[in-house]
């Protein structure tokens, strides 16, 4: 069964990232994975300004984006660019943490202005620490993430594109698990 870390990259408490970040957990649990989700926000501040990789905290983050096979990295956009909490985590890991990984960049914003971030700002820095993989990102308006409770509701136009990624994603990780047991 792979297994796969979702790294939510928001600064806020209500954040419709964060909750899509668990909606999309849920559905990669429902498709035979082992799911784990980190909040960057709930890891030590003083830690992440300071790069401290020794604090356990960030330092069981690192030894959980190397034991997972496929990473999802979700952030809002902010100034065109995913959230500098996340940068700050991303920043700490080592040079090649996400080889022999697939990943999934899933961005959210309040404009389609901001589609291009996923390609232009994210990526980039995945494939610099060594992605094996970085399927299609995505990109989903804040308006079409309705938190109701402790779930999320997508809206129409959103969720079947949204869903066909992350299904390619999940398929990759399947479909590279054989390979990954064999050697």
């Known amino acids: 069964m792979p297994s796969i870390l979702v790294l939510s990259g928001s600064p806020s408490a209500t954040s419709r990232t964060a909750a899509l970040a668990e909606h ?26 300071s790069g401290d990789t020794r604090d356990p ?28 909490l996340l940068k700050s985590l991303l920043d700490l890991l080592p040079q090649f ?14 404009s389609p202005a901001h589609v291009l971030a996923v390609d232009y700002a994210l990526r980039p820095v995945l494939s610099a620490l060594g992605a094996h993989h970085v399927v299609q990102g995505w990109f989903v308006l804040d308006s079409h993430i309705v ?34 047991d064999a050697s």
Do not use: C, N, W
Request: net charge neutral; no cysteine; glycine share 8%.
């Open 147 to 180: 938190a109701v409770g402790d779930a999320v509701e997508l809206a129409e136009g959103a969720r079947r594109p949204l869903y066909e990624v992350v299904d390619g994603f999940s398929d990759v990780l399947h479909a590279r698990r054989p390979l990954i």
């Open 24 to 49: 999309l957990a849920l559905r990669l649990r429902e498709r035979d994975h082992r799911v784990r989700t980190i909040r960057v926000r709930e890891l030590p501040p003083a830690a992440l300004l």
């Open 57 to 84: 905290a960030v330092a069981e983050v690192v030894e959980a984006v190397a034991a997972a096979d496929g990473v999802v990295v979700a952030s809002p956009v902010y100034k065109a660019a995913y959230s500098g």
């Open 97 to 110: 943490a996400l080889a022999g990984k697939a990943v999934l960049p899933v961005v959210t914003g309040g």
